[in-house]
Structures are given as structure tokens and as C-alpha cells.
């Protein structure tokens, strides 16, 4: 077997084990360190003994970060993820089988790996697909006859199978990037950008039928194949014309899809995928305009991604109970930089504190040459060199591991008051609160954790993401 390498170059990640106390008095003690080094071959975060170093002093002149642990964000979590892909697939499977077990592992195990847990798959093809394919190539096949996944059973299907044997409580949510070709006007999935009125539905009663028809079959498909979908997003970036395959989608046309013929058909068809609206972005408005038509209470929730926090934040003003995701990270350019999976927090902390119950990262594997099936290159968490049956571990994967190991579904997340631009995350459970703050200086730095009338001053090593969880022994 071929050593697989870590490539971390600088980024270091601590997470400080904290217990608490008893009932009548607390007692925060530093019992042990899971550092992840960046600087030589990573392997994932491993305990180390500690020094028995006191905490409970607050170090004045440091940044101080007070949770607050009856201000909850949201209640119920469903934690971190990516994004399958068919090219990602078609890497994964041309591993050994050794390397396939120890790749899943390091993706999806809670006890081994990074536990992932809430993730996403596309309806047919991506911009990471292959090339452009739909499960209804056939045109005018209303009754969809001759629908098929077969292709996908060489790919995708048996990364997410993986993914599953690993994890069975993984959720997963799917979207699709354009309707069939022939579903629509231009009469093709892809080149949006070049005939933008043409790429939409078909305004046919026949199409929409036809559309809610193929949603349940590709449902009950991949239930036969062992992967339950949990949500359906109608539509990927409702707002996108791009040469890959995408789909032109306004809100007054999804809230007809749904309401008049996706849910009586998943009713017909005993489906219990929630029905989800988007995946909205923030330039057009689309997820403001869908909350305020009448049809809107008949989804759960919006999907968004690439809106700015001015977009979560004014749904939740006018819509407080209404329930986000988010769908997808920033793409980056496939660099797989450490600048860039420095930034990755930050990103993630605006989505968790404006609201989102999780964030989806993107592509969790591309193959050696990061490139799409049209063109260009994007970040992922892990590289395959095909050829070569060698796993690269990529810069993002460090922040995105570490993340998903401490915020687990169920949890619930808390108000951090911050010092001026500074993020932080605080999540919480029965058991333990989980701090995460960083340090992106290249020297040392001591911040200060206000927690239930205490300050504790803790250490943050230089350019690093550290998670402190603080365990309660009641």
C-alpha cells in the first residue's frame, strides 16, 4: 500500500479537552490536546498528554469571547458536510480497495474520521459531472418509461454506498442543476448563458407532471440502491444561466412546481422527502420573493447559497420561524491553498450565526486534475490521482474536519459576543459546550472564553483553528 500524505503546510489545529463540575461548583480543567500539525505529513487529530496548565485566570489585554448559553441560534442542528459529485465518484472507485475503506473512514466515521454528516448530491449532472446527463434522455417520455440511474451506478452511487456502510444515520439532501434537455425550451441542459430566455421549463402542465414524476423516481431509484434522500431542493441557483447545465427558475414557477405537482405526486408515490425551496443565492432576491407567496408554507425550508448575511438575516426578521440550510461553500479555484482554508471559518461562522443549521462544503473528492467537465478547476477536501491510487488530503479538509467532529447533529448553537471582526462558533448539547476560536498570526496569542460567570484565558498557537470543548459532569 502506498503512504498517503497529508499536505498541510502551515495550518495548525488544537482542540483543548476542558472538563467542567460538579452541580454546586464548577471546576474547568485542561485534561488533554488533539493537535492536528501543519508544518510536515498530517495524520488526523490525535490526543496528547497536557501539561496541567490552570485556565480559570483571565489574561488582561487578550480578546475576550463571551457565550452566551441561553442565547440559542438555532436548536437542532444537523451539523457539516459536502458535496458528492460524479467525477468525485468515478475517482473514488478507481482506488484500491484498502485505500477506498481508508478514505470513507477518514470522511464519514465519527470514531476514526470527520464524521461528516449532513450532505449533498446533484439530480443528474453537476458542472462536476462527466458531462452534461439527465435519467431521461428520451424526449416527450412523459411517463418516463425509459428513466434510468444506470450510469451513475459506475460512479456516484458507489461513493455514496461507501459513505453510508460507514455511516448509516448520513443525511442527504439533492438538487438538480437543469431539468432534462428536452423538458425545456432551449431543448438542452446545458449553455444557458448563450440562449438565457430559453433556458427554463417548458410552461406545459404536461412538463411540470412530468418533472414531479422523474423527482419520485429517482428518489425511489436510489432508495433500491440503499441511499435515503431526506430533502429535495427544487433547484440549483434559481438565477443561473452558465455554459454547464443550469436552469432559469422563478419563484412564482417553483411555488406552482411544488404545490400543484411535486407534492401530489410524492403523495401518490409514498415519498416522505421533505420538499425544500432554492437553493437561492442573493442577487435576484429569490428566496425574499418565494417566502412571500402564498404557496410558501408548503415547503419546509430555503436552501441558499453565496447570499450575504443581510439575506439570512432579513428572512429571519420577516419569516422568524422559517428554517435554512445552506447548500454550497465557496468553489475557490484549485489552488487548495492554506490562505484559502484559512478563510473557510470565517465563512462558516457567518452561516451558523446568521441562522443555517449546517453548513455544505462543496466537492468532498476530485480526481488529480481538479478541473470540470467544462473547463475550470475548484477546491475539494481531497484529491485522487487516479493512476497512481494515491489520496491527497487538501488544506480544507483540516478546518472542515475539525468542524464536524465537534459540531454534531442535535446540537444547538449559541450567541458568541465578539470583539470588532472577530468570528467564533459555540455549539452546545447535553454534554459538553464546544468553543472554536482562531488565530491567524503567525505568532502565539492568548484570548480569554467567558462561560457561565468564569474567564478562562487559553492559549491559541500560532495560525491555527482551535476547538475547546467544555464537558459537563452533572
Sequence with gaps: MKKNILRFSSLLLVVSLIATSCKKQEDYQLELNYVTLANGTIVSPQPVKSKNIDLISKKEGSLSFKVEL?????????GIGGAFNEMGGEAYI?????NQKELSNALFNIREGSGLSNCRTAVGSSDFGLSAYSYSEIPEDYKMENFSIEREKSSVIPFLQAAYNVNPDLKMFASPWSPPGWMKESGTMDGGNTNLEKNTLRKDPKIYEAYALYFAK???AYKENGINLDRLIIQNETDMNPTYPGNDMQPEEMANLVSNYIIPQFKESNIDTEIWA??????RKDAQKFMSLEKASDVVGVGLQYAPSSTLKTLKENHPDIKIMHTEGRCENGDNSMKQARNR???IATWLNYGSENYCYWNIILNETSTSGWGWKQNSLINIDREKDVITYNADYAPISLL????RPGDKSLIVNTPENKKAIAVKN???????????????TTQNIELKGKTYAVDLPAESLC???FKNNK
Excluded at 94 to 98: I, V
Design 278 to 283: 432554492g437553493s437561492f443565492r442573493g442577487k
Design 70 to 78: 441561553d442565547s440559542v441560534i438555532h436548536q437542532n442542528l444537523s
Design 430 to 444: 447535553k454534554d459538553r459546550v464546544v468553543v472554536f476560536l482562531e488565530n491567524n498570526e503567525t505568532a502565539a
Design 94 to 98: 478507481s482506488l484500491s480497495l484498502e
Design 467 to 469: 476547538a475547546f470543548v
Design 218 to 220: 429517482y428518489i425511489k
Design 345 to 347: 471559518f470565517s465563512e
Design 404 to 407: 464536524s467532529q465537534y459540531i
